[in-house]
């Protein structure tokens, strides 16, 4: 299943964008979304969830984000007319395996005047395409099975993923999904809804029969066991709440310990603060130096181009002359004018030379065009002119250094204020006394909830075992009953028969549920050491029959909560290659700054991973400029199959593809 | 989309030679792929099944 064409209209800053993912043939299934932050990449992945399951995942904060329609267009309603309509729509069209193609649209319409933006009407349309005919899919449960039949909400996280928030990745309560979204992923789930329909159907069809043709004993003992049934149906349901009930509260013991615990490392983040800062004043330094040495390079190349064509016709006419012997290398022309007057050798001073000799000194004097002195001048200038015709040769050379230097420098300086940025939040983000106490004060609630589910679970366990015996017991009568009945005899079979076909079911339900997971857990460790960096740092990967994850050190300690946030995003792609390969399922996926929390050592494996996971799905990266880093463009550059580079403008997105 | 391979053959090994058990539970399980009610299916095995 891969998605083929996003078309956004007016949601928050993405005002009018389509983007269409074709493969280029020859290319890999890759695609990368560039922009600077605060430009929309997040907001990109906004839109999809948006459309397919009707919320925006992917918001920092839920509570403080503005309205969904685009500031700038509700703002010029307000200055134009003052009050106006604004439709959003978001559509998304998916191509599956079996070459079926789906088109969600998600269309809201707000009222906008000078005080609120408020939503009047909204709209979710699936259409369907065989190949041939384009069908409209109007029933709700449909369309909702048709989403979770490709990309189930509950395990959205794992194909829609933000590198930036994936502290919360392995989570309690991140976690409370996965089990269905692996049953929807494994087809799991169908063999239970078969299991359960075949349960209604002993119960409202067969069931009744039994009582109205059936004695008194029979009609007596098939009411028991239909009871018992029940209520170990009830029970099995008020499992589910507990585990649930505990979960949750498990995930808020988490949240409070963060709280409570979060400033341990203070003073090691001030640390990091102070170096992040003499950092960024050593670049910027570096920066003004690079820039200086620019304008210099420029000046000097400005000046050296001006006057190519002089300096490269005058060295030219030099060497031609010196090879002509046009230059007076060592015979000096005045001596040679002094000869011819005097007539005598100024050597030997020999008088009244032969009118050979005169010849020959007359054709040598023709040939000088210059005097030694000039000569020699020009001589001399010939290395300054070779030099200047080399500097411009190495024009080219010079230049790629002094801007690639200057690149890396703007990069390094632009990923350290990032950094610089995230540790100030992290500062300011940091409890005040009051906070913590009332974190203490509901990690004691949340603990003691925790410890009232596992005692009520526990208790729950034994009254199914109770009903279970009893129902044993119940169904055995009843049987007994049914086949001394000659008319019932019919129905007894009946029964027996769902009852194996559900047994068959239920067995393999488990089997399947369990060896996913042991897959899972085994291909998570393996893609996980594949992609660090540094060895044996890991010994195993465990997830237990809720998906609750444990990463254990090579002491065999579990180091989950203490792994490095490159680690941790490290293990959540682990996990979701590891669950799709299981689930033979090769959803796309959709990586929000996938880099941003990987370090330099790591990336080189992360992103080699990524383009190995290209070859059975698609992949949509997003990068800011400083994650798009030389070493990542490297490895991408000539393989992806399109780029789009967001820039934003005026309030508004816009959208160039490279 | 099909009905997970490994379902099928899970399903095969442990119906073994009651064909009849194999083909009901596939049926099912497509009806449900195809997001269709299960009731009419199961009756229609259940006739089938009388019929045997």
Redesign the interface.
Known sequence: MRISNVTIRNFRQLKDVNINFRRVEGRKDLHILYANNGVGKTNFLNAISWCLYGEESHLRNQHTSLFIPTNTVVNEIRTTTGTGRIEVFVSIQIT???SEDYTFKRTETYNVNSDEVTLISKMFDVQHYNGSSENPIIDE??QR??IN?YLPQEISNFFFFDGEQLEEFFSAEQLVNVKDGIQNL??AS??K??SS??DT?LKRELSPKIREMGSDDLRNTEQIVLQLSESIEREKINIGIYSKQQKEAEAEVEKCSKIIHGCDSLPQIQQDHKKLEEKIELLEKDKKQKEQEIIVFAKEYFILFNYYNSISSFRSYIKNEMGQGHLPPAIDKNLLKDILETKTCPVCQTQHLPASSIEHIENLLKKLSVSSNASAILNQTVPVLDSLVEKLSNYKKTKTKLFGDYTRITEELTSTEEKLQKTENYLKSIPDADSIAKAIENKRIFQKLIEECIGNVAVTKRNIENFEAELKRATAKRDELLSSSKKLE?IK??ID??N??NS??E??TQ??LD?CRIEIQEQTFKIFTDLLSKEDAFSKVEIDSDYSFQVFDKFGQNVLGSCSAAETVLLALAFTLALQNVS?RDALLFIDTPVGRVDLDNRKNFMSTLLKATDSRQVILTFTPAEYSEGVKAILCNEYSSMYNLRFEDGITEIKKQ | MAINKKIIDKIKQKTGTETDKYLAIIELLKTVDDGKQLKKPIEKMLKLFDSI
């Open positions: 599956t395996d079996g449960d449909e099975q048709i039949k494994t087809q169908y063999l809804k078969v329909y075949l159907y019919a079979k009946k028969y769902v194996s076909l068959i079911l067995e393999t089997e399947v060896e033979k």
